[in-house]
């Protein structure tokens, strides 16, 4: 599974502020989401939920992630 984050030039009509965007590399599946914040608990509801999805309709579990390697998730040790 490949995912980005995209920050939004404004915000979604909820106020979300960015985008995630996963792509299945097997099943050739894309997955968007709007997400409030960009933070390690938000991402990974999202990375669960995903894979919950990809087993009930595959029977797969998701084995990897490709990610850039953007840092910022909103803790001091993120930042240097």
Not at 10 to 20: A, H, I, M, Q, R
Not at 30 to 45: A, G
Request: net charge positive; hydrophobic share 40%.
């Amino acid at each position: 599974m490949a995912i980005n984050i995209i920050k939004l030039d404004k915000p979604s009509y909820n106020d979300y502020k960015y985008v995630f965007y996963g792509f299945d590399l097997y099943t050739k599946l894309n997955f968007v989401y709007t997400i409030p914040r960009r933070d390690k608990l938000t991402l990974l509801d999202i990375i669960i939920k995903l894979d919950s999805l990809i087993k009930q309709e595959f029977n797969l579990s998701i084995t990897f992630l490709i990610v850039d390697n953007k840092k910022g998730y909103g803790f001091a040790d993120d930042l240097v």
